[in-house]
């Protein structure tokens, strides 16, 4: 279907021939003349706005998170893939943002920053057709996975994001020693594998085959023996985005606890982890309000500039007042954002650990936040969610000019965490390609 004019764009073209022929049709003929498309002043939503809270003060340490993905197949057979991931961790402070002008920031301010505070992972595993000695591709991954939390003793990472899987799969931050929950076994498939308190690596308790602590996420679920799906890759860089975020939280939370209630986290994404994954998301709850009822609140907010949200608030936030927020509960997401019957399970109940709002600052900047709430709540008010008065008040110093609604810590966590820029497509290629013929 050709796409029509954008604002910007010029619809694309059809040819003509095709054109004839559809319109010729009497069934489309008819359509044309009952149908029209409703314009966005004709849609009524029910949304209530309320004026965002103005007696914050911005925090003055911010943080952004960003992860990107890469499948690289070689073009010769046997097609081997391998996927290239890499996430960012990036720290800026008040000094450095008011530094940096933000129409059109010196790259040169840009790189000093990113040289000195920026943290990042960049690992790779195979998806087919890729063997390695005495290992079949489904525990080659597994390993591979393991490997990549561990990270290499090189990196300043390392060990790090392990610990801070264990911190959260182990609830470590209240000194009760937590079980984990059992886990389906990645050899004997039934649900009763599990890990000594603190324990990394150990062994079914019914098979005997080796777990690792990652397998608690459950991989090797959506793996086949021989091959696994681009959603493993995607999976892992959302995994280990998050982590490397908690990185961050469990750092200060360990050390100074008041620095952390100074800090703004700025995730790229939702605040969400899907399907087998999301056995994170209830120890991040109950972390985030444990946190909270301590006096230490974490102030963390995920971005997402795609999606149903995103569309929704282009719908709805050009009739918004200026320096407002409006935060969706249930029905109202169910109904009017995703078109489904108000039935089931509440909206996000196992999956999100931060609420959707939908926040209009300016004429030029409006976006989608997720900002969470410590336990689940399924219709949040502005008092739910944990920290708002400072998160609001912080982001008009953290808006980039370059885009609209952009956020200046997910550009520049982005540009460290891009893969297409660093390092170039190209040569992740040749590499993979040399791999595939060592059979690595
Ligand atoms: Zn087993």
């Not at 073209?13 to 489309?28: I, N």
């Not at 005997?208 to 086949?224: P, R, S, Y």
């Not at 056995?279 to 999606?307: C, D």
Request: hydrophobic share 40%.
């Amino acid at each position: 279907m050709p796409y029509k004019a954008g604002e910007r764009l010029p619809a694309e073209r059809a040819s003509r021939l095709g054109h004839l022929d559809v319109l010729k049709s009497g069934l489309v003929k008819t359509y044309r003349e009952s149908f029209e498309d409703a314009s966005p002043t004709t849609i009524s939503f029910a949304c209530s706005w309320e004026q965002s809270p103005t007696m914050g003060v911005p925090l003055p340490l911010v943080f952004g998170i960003d992860g990107s993905l890469q499948i690289i197949e070689s073009e010769t057979p046997p097609y081997s893939a391998h996927a290239f991931v890499k996430t960012a961790l990036l720290r800026i402070d008040q000094y450095a943002l008011a530094s940096i002008d933000k129409d059109s920031p010196h790259p040169l301010a840009l790189r000093d920053i990113l040289a000195d505070s920026a943290l990042y992972h960049a690992t790779v595993f195979p998806l087919r057709h890729v063997v390695r000695q005495g290992m079949s591709l489904y525990d080659a991954v597994r390993q591979r996975i393991f490997d990549s939390v561990v990270e290499d003793s090189s990196s300043p990472l390392h060990r790090e994001v392990m610990e801070t899987l264990k911190w959260i799969a182990y609830e470590k931050w209240d000194g009760k020693q937590k079980q984990l929950p059992l886990f389906e076994c990645p050899h004997c498939e039934k649900t009763i594998a599990t890990l000594p308190y603190d324990a990394e690596e150990g062994n079914c308790p019914g098979c005997k085959g080796k777990l690792f602590l990652t397998d608690m996420l459950g991989f090797h679920q959506e793996m086949a023996p021989d091959s696994a799906p681009e959603t493993v890759a995607t999976a892992y860089m959302s995994i280990h985005e998050t982590l490397l975020l908690f990185t961050g939280v469990r750092y200060f939370w360990e050390r100074k606890k008041e620095v952390l209630s100074n800090c703004l986290f700025v995730k790229d994404g939702p605040l969400s982890i899907r399907a087998q994954y999301s056995k994170l998301v209830n120890p991040i709850r109950r972390f985030l309000a444990f946190s909270r009822h301590q006096g230490y609140p974490v102030h963390l907010i995920g971005q997402e500039k795609t999606g149903a949200f995103a569309d929704h608030l282009q719908l709805i936030g050009n009739n918004a007042p200026l320096q407002s927020l409006f935060i969706p509960g249930n029905q109202y997401i169910k109904e009017q954002i995703q078109h489904r019957p108000n039935r089931g399970a509440p909206y996000g109940k196992d999956t999100n650990y931060g609420a959707k709002v939908f926040v209009r600052i300016s004429h030029y900047h409006q976006m989608v936040l997720n900002v969470p709430t410590g336990e689940y709540v399924e219709n949040p008010t502005l008092s739910n969610l944990i920290g708002a008065e400072r998160i609001l008040a912080t982001l008009p110093t953290v808006l980039s000019s370059r885009f609209e609604g952009a956020l200046l810590p997910i550009e520049l966590a982005h540009s460290v965490a891009s893969l297409s820029t660093y390092p170039s497509a190209q040569i992740l290629k040749i590499f993979a390609e040399a791999k595939g013929q060592k059979n690595e």
